[in-house]
């Protein structure tokens, strides 16, 4: 199947437009946020409160004209708050689904770390395989889907650390941060009388999203690019200061994001560059650090810095067998 990098290409300008009027002076995170979402993975925006993660996720769902649900994550949820709950019909005399709001193509789970271990394992099966099983009976998501969820670094009462497999479903964990003095002047300017927000109209129809995200699997990679990649996730296995490594779920994850940056720059092949470009939003949130290391300031996200700086380039023609 050939290619049609234009295409995919002009999907992302228009999304990047449309997302970069809400989400001001905010380049870089709108770009892994639509990587995401063309190589069908879900995003953990982690950031202090006020810097616009909820609207990040709104302004993606109106863009792309999907249904949006909200889960505002709280310690006493329980799952069925999450998947739904099938209740008995008195006239039918037979139990109906109530689909709760994990029914919808952009689901945004905010404060996800303030739900209980119990409740946010409700989004293990739905993020992975596009599913959930409620009394026994699977229901499939409605397509595209695509997982929002934000945490507050910062406050850890009342909070539940997301656990290892919950962390390892997500393909990037983004921050925001704060915005520079003119982009801040900029947002007090556009809010005088209304949210931009409320203007923002899709630009992309469900057929052109389907495609797009069909396409971007075509993208060329080069057997030495495959084996940087697996190299990469690997060291994270091997170094010393670290007790659990990345999964092969992370290889999966940064070829596909890897593929889907390629295509968003016009080209039909990934470089090592896509790859360190990308590995520090994609690997460090699977990695645990080692006890000891923690006691010595060692981070995840410094360890893989490490390990891209040490690790040797593919060279050669990485593009030959493009199509």
Do not use: W
């Amino acid at each position: 199947m050939a290619v049609d990098i234009s295409f995919v290409q002009n999907i992302g300008e228009k999304l990047k437009t449309n997302l970069g009027k809400v989400i001001i002076g905010k380049d870089d995170a709108i770009t892994q946020t639509i990587i995401s979402f063309l190589c069908q993975g879900h995003v953990l925006i982690e950031d202090v409160p006020g810097v616009g993660k909820t609207m990040l996720a709104r302004s993606l769902a109106k863009s792309l004209g999907c249904t949006f649900k909200r889960i505002q994550f709280t310690p006493d949820m329980l799952p069925s708050d999450v998947t739904g709950v099938s209740i008995y019909n008195q006239n039918t005399r037979e139990f109906e689904f109530r689909p709760g709001p994990l029914m919808a193509q952009i689901v945004l789970g905010d404060e996800i770390n303030r739900a209980t271990p119990k409740t946010q394992s409700a989004l293990l099966e739905a993020m992975e395989e596009r599913q959930m099983t409620v009394d026994g009976m699977t229901y499939l998501l409605p397509q595209p889907f695509m997982v929002m969820a934000t945490q507050n670094p910062i406050e850890y009462e009342g909070t539940f650390p997301l656990p290892e497999a919950q962390l390892d479903r997500f393909l990037m964990r983004i921050d925001l941060g704060y915005t520079s003095l003119s982009n801040e002047i900029k947002i007090l300017e556009q809010q005088k009388l209304n949210h931009p927000i409320l203007d923002l109209e899709p630009v992309i129809s469900l057929d052109e999203i389907l495609r797009a995200q069909e396409l971007v699997k075509y993208v060329h990679v080069s057997p030495p690019v495959e084996r940087y990649i697996v190299e990469l996730v690997r060291e994270t296995r091997q170094h010393p200061e670290v007790y659990l490594g990345a999964s092969p779920r992370g290889s999966l994850g940064l070829f596909r994001a890897a593929q889907a940056r390629a295509a968003l720059l016009g080209r039909d092949y990934v470089l090592p560059d896509d790859i360190k470009t990308l590995a520090p939003n994609i690997l460090p949130h699977r990695i645990v650090v080692s006890p000891a290391a923690r006691l010595t300031d060692v981070s995840a996200a410094k360890i893989v810095k490490e390990i891209l700086n040490a690790l040797a380039i593919p060279g050669g023609d990485l593009g030959g067998g493009a199509m």
